[in-house]
């Protein structure tokens, strides 16, 4: 589901993830399985990849909370923080 390389989410091909973050990135209203499947792809993103700075122990921390539309945009704004864009 990550390809730290460049391709992320867009490359990904489950047919889950695109519609979730597509929704997201829209302002639609979200089902439970998209959250899940954006929280799905964020914790691999964090752990995969080698991350350093002060608040990755936070967003790993915080990745397996996602429970909310407010949730993700709390966790992409500390990312967007450290530089972390899987968007």
Same mark, same amino acid.
């Given at each position: =589901? ?8 867009? &490359? ?10 597509? &929704?997201?990135? @829209?302002?639609?209203? =979200? ?28 967003? @790993? &921390? =915080?990745?397996?909370?996602? @429970?909310?539309? &407010? ?17």
């Amino acid at each position: =589901m990550v390809d730290l390389d460049g391709n992320y989410w867009i &490359a990904e091909t489950s047919g889950v993830l695109r519609p979730a973050i597509e &929704a997201y990135l @829209k302002d639609l209203e =979200m089902t439970g399985e998209q959250i899940a499947a954006m929280r799905a792809y964020f914790r691999q993103w964090i752990f995969i990849g080698d991350w350093v700075g002060g608040s990755i122990g936070d967003l @790993k &921390a =915080m990745v397996d909370r996602i @429970k909310t539309r &407010a949730d993700i945009h709390e966790w992409l704004f500390l990312a967007d923080l450290e530089g972390i864009d899987p968007l």
